[in-house]
């Protein structure tokens, strides 16, 4: 399959079906309305298509109020929006994308009914999330026309595209769609059919790190969400976003994926999660989650933790080796810095007795226990330390108050609001960013989808603001490949193995992207 031209793509003239009008199915008729298609849409519930198309109609009016759409333009896309009150109203349909309920017999059984009505050359394609390809396609008589055709919501601003091929999908047809949405202004990738495709799959350890941080009370959740955003770059944190997501929705897609990997343990769900559904505290829609919602939906929390102000050290500050922080440190402190080359130890300041390092995934403590240096302490990544506004740090229990006052009075000089997280291995956005790219790593390994895609995938999926992949080589492979095994020698857990290409790529010297 080839990802460099839309000479497949479906033209304009054929006509697109959609069965399902909720949220998902009325994007995607929108978007493929405007994008030239005559559009049926079907729905089992009496009204529920005319009422989509009217609110879809009442979208395209505002779209030309905001003058993102021209009237004309609008006009013409409502017009070729059409209910269908019986499936066989869908028979000259050259593309039918269902989303419904995702259950995989209630999908199969409507796949085998389009089957009987549909031309032998129209093709098939599913808006599943979850479900495998191959399982939604294994009853039809020609299941090399099925693929999966995976939005994101809110579908007509979500740029992303997963076009999934199942064991039987015909590569063509998977082009086809490829190209086609392409054509309608979205950004597609293509990924092999394995439970949560590239997003659902590589998303998980973000919500996985996040809780198990809380668990471990490195911080309360609004300062790790805090952390994520203002020195992570992410656009919401963890615990935010699985509010909005809804807690039953993610403990439940994260549950489907452990499950379906035969109880791997990165994958494994938390318990903190799961009291949260027990409880019913779903996030947003039920006004209570990790975050309590007023009656406008509101957003109730507090502060992030930060440090008082500390007193500058008296003597000279030095700085070590040329890390971004140490940059940022040296221009910010202007003449006030003794600069050396880099320590053997890959310290990078000395402020009074306070030694200064990056996380390589041990605690603090650990690190001060193997370099026989009491007064250590660790910092964060940050995606850019020149913009970032937050750094978390991490003392040693043997490191001396003194010391950690003088490391975070610099840090606070420079602009930083210093967050204290309790002594956790690899903080928190250094672990999360480490088993992001991990987990992105083994999805290229296992020939799931191409580096391009997995990164292009969780930027315009879920708005990460660098590709996992992309993000390993700026930290450096050797750097993740580090981190990861602390990781894992620290928990003694399978959860933080290396994945093989990390290995590869850190003994052969090469990155994702050369």
């Not at 080839?2 to 054929?14: D, F, G, K, W, Y």
């Not at 992105?440 to 999926?461: E, F, H, L, R, T």
Request: charge should be neutral.
């Amino acid at each position: 399959m080839s990802a460099h031209s839309a000479t497949h793509a479906l033209p304009p003239s054929v006509t697109v079906a959609v069965i399902g009008s909720g949220t998902m199915g009325a994007g995607i008729a929108q978007v493929a309305a405007a994008a030239g298609h005559v559009v049926y849409l079907f729905d089992t519930r009496p009204g529920a298509a005319e009422k989509a198309i009217a609110q879809i109609r009442a979208m395209y009016d505002k779209l030309v109020i905001r003058e993102k759409m021209s009237g004309e333009s609008a006009h013409a896309a409502s017009m070729r929006l059409r209910a269908a009150n019986v499936l066989e109203d869908l028979a000259g349909a050259g593309l039918v994308v269902e989303a419904i309920v995702e259950q995989l017999d209630v999908k199969q059984e409507l796949f085998g009914r389009l089957e009987e009505i549909v031309a032998d050359d129209c093709i098939l394609a599913s808006n599943t999330s979850s479900l495998s390809i191959t399982s939604i396609a294994a009853r039809l008589h020609r299941p090399q026309r099925l693929v999966g055709m995976h939005f994101f919501n809110p579908v007509p601003m979500m740029a992303l595209v997963e076009v999934i091929h199942g064991l039987a999908s015909d590569a063509l047809v998977a082009q086809r769609v490829y190209d086609t949405a392409r054509l309608w202004g979205k950004s597609p990738v293509f990924a092999k059919s394995t439970p949560g495709f590239i997003v659902n799959r590589v998303a998980r350890p973000y919500y996985a790190e996040g809780l198990r941080l809380l668990h471990e009370q490195a911080a309360q959740a609004h300062t790790i969400d805090a952390l994520l955003r203002e020195c992570g770059g992410f656009r919401m944190g963890p615990f935010e976003l699985m509010d909005l997501i809804g807690h039953d929705v993610n403990f439940a897609v994260t549950q489907s994926v452990f499950r379906a990997y035969f109880n791997d343990p990165r994958f494994t769900p938390s318990l903190i999660q799961q009291e949260l559904v027990n409880a019913g505290y779903l996030g947003r829609k039920s006004g209570r989650g990790f975050y309590t919602y007023g009656a406008d939906g509101k957003q109730s929390a507090p502060a992030p933790a930060t440090e008082e102000p500390c007193p500058l050290p008296a003597p000279t500050v030095q700085l070590y080796g040329n890390h971004p922080l140490v940059q940022v440190l040296r221009e910010r402190l202007k003449g006030h810095v003794e600069l050396h080359p880099a320590h053997a130890s890959d310290m990078l300041m000395k402020a009074g007795s306070g030694r200064l390092f990056i996380t390589d995934g041990r605690s603090a403590t650990q690190r001060a226990y193997d370099f026989n240096c009491p007064d250590t302490v660790v910092v964060d990544l940050a995606l850019d330390y020149e913009k970032a506004t937050r750094l978390a740090v991490a003392a040693a229990d043997q490191c001396q108050p003194a010391a950690l006052s003088s490391i975070t009075a610099v840090l606070q000089a420079c602009g930083f609001a210093v967050t204290r997280l309790a002594d956790v291995p690899g903080l928190a956005v250094m672990r999360t960013v480490c088993m992001l790219a991990n987990e992105a790593a083994d999805a290229v390994n296992q020939g799931v989808c191409s580096i391009a895609d997995a990164d292009m995938a969780m930027k315009k999926g879920v708005n990460y603001p660098r590709g996992p992949l992309a993000w390993a080589d700026a930290i450096g492979i050797r750097t993740v490949g580090e981190v990861l095994r602390n990781l894992s020698q620290t928990y003694g857990e399978d959860r933080y193995r290396v994945s093989p290409l990390i290995q590869r790529l850190q003994a052969s010297g090469r990155t994702f992207h050369e």
